[in-house]
T-cell receptor
Framework: DGGITQSPKYLFRKEGQNVTLSCEQNLNHDAMYWYRQDPGQGLRLIYYSQIVNDFQKGDIAEGYSVSREKKESFPLTVTSAQKNPTAFYLC?????????????FGPGTRLTVL | ELKVEQNPLFLSMQEGKNYTIYCNYSTTSDRLYWYRQDPGKSLESLFVLLSNGAVKQEGRLMASLDTKARLSTLHITAAVHDLSATYFCAVDMRNTGNQFYFGTGTSLTVIP
């Protein structure tokens, strides 16, 4: 089955720790995205990548980092510099970065800072 | 800065009734998407609207796009409990070098 997988589903982090959220897709999509969702709010873009070895900051990139070494993988690291990281993180992909329609979302990772 | 506003933010409606959710956006775009999110779950794509005047229907939901008014609507006909979810619109600004911008969502509860 084609789709997007995210792991882990739930993640607990102590203050001061870096954590990495996994996102993998087997849809052969060029573009991948990371969003953050806070309770009762819409999605805000953290980072996106339109092609392998290239990525761009979104609206709320501070305290996060990404890499795109393979087409199918786009991991997100939440660093200790992110002041309020507790949120629901969603990874998405689209066929390309400009003209394709819609995005396909993974199941999400819920991160809680203890 | 692009603003995408949905209203209402919360909607409680009885089964069998009709209602419309509105999505207004502040700059030019002719591509807009609607998604559904169930509690604690991811987003599911509902409609893709790619031009002015586009109308799409699926079951009891119908979406339309008026790019001149910068307005999209999601109309619910004869609501049923299974439609209870949060609905998001997203404006596609990729052709201007930007990305997708999501509305704040409309939380819909259908009461038996």
């Amino acid at each position: 089955d084609g789709g997007i997988t995210q792991s882990p589903k739930y993640l607990f982090r102590k203050e001061g720790q870096n954590v990495t959220l996994s996102c993998e897709q087997n849809l052969n999509h060029d573009a991948m995205y990371w969003y953050r969702q806070d309770p009762g709010q819409g999605l805000r873009l953290i980072y996106y990548s339109q092609i392998v070895n290239d990525f761009q900051k979104g609206d709320i990139a501070e305290g996060y980092s990404v890499s795109r070494e393979k087409k199918e993988s786009f991991p997100l690291t939440v660093t200790s510099a992110q002041k309020n990281p507790t949120a629901f993180y969603l990874c998405a992909s689209s066929i390309d970065g400009v003209w394709s329609d819609t995005q396909y979302f993974g199941p999400g990772t819920r991160l809680t800072v203890l | 800065e692009l603003k995408v506003e949905q209203n209402p933010l919360f909607l409680s409606m009885q089964e069998g009734k009709n209602y419309t959710i509105y999505c207004n956006y502040s700059t030019t775009s002719d591509r807009l998407y609607w998604y559904r999110q169930d509690p604690g779950k991811s987003l599911e794509s509902l409609f893709v609207l790619l031009s002015n005047g586009a109308v799409k229907q699926e079951g009891r939901l119908m979406a339309s796009l008026d790019t001149k008014a910068r307005l999209s609507t999601l109309h619910i006909t004869a609501a049923v409990h299974d439609l209870s979810a949060t609905y998001f619109c997203a404006v596609d600004m990729r052709n201007t070098g930007n990305q997708f911008y999501f509305g704040t969502g409309t939380s819909l509860t259908v009461i038996p």
